[in-house]
């Protein structure tokens, strides 16, 4: 069973930074994409910003210029840098992976961490 663990939320002040991390366990090959998603209280959940296994980042218009991620291939983690943060970046986010494992490829999300912006 491959298993995915987010850390790295808390409460913080505008303008200040957090990072997160999605740590992925269990029988894995390799970890070809990762997503990292938000949702806040009434909204749906959206996607903030994707990696792929050769690196290629891309990001939601919200965050571009304020949120970096990246992977450590070694540690099978991967992390989102936020700065710069809004009170409207406060939400559960979650990461969301797709990952070879020795049965087979499987799609699979985490728990989700709350990061609260606010004064």
């Known amino acids: 069973q491959v298993q995915l663990v987010e850390s790295g939320g808390g409460l913080v002040q505008p303008g200040g930074s957090l990072r997160l991390s999605c740590a992925a366990s269990g029988r894995i090959i390799s970890i070809n994409y990762m997503h990292w998603y938000r949702e806040a209280p009434g909204n749906e959940r959206g996607l903030v910003a994707t990696i792929t296994s050769r690196g290629t980042t891309n990001y939601a218009n919200s965050v571009k210029g304020r949120f970096a991620i990246a992977r450590d291939n070694a540690k099978n983690t991967v992390y989102l840098q936020m700065n710069s943060l809004k009170p409207e970046d406060t939400a559960v986010y979650y990461c969301?992976?797709?990952?070879?494992?020795?049965?087979?490829?499987?799609?699979?999300w985490g728990q989700g961490t709350l990061v609260t912006v606010s004064s």
């Open positions: 969301n992976g797709g990952v070879t494992t020795i049965p087979g490829y499987l799609e699979v």
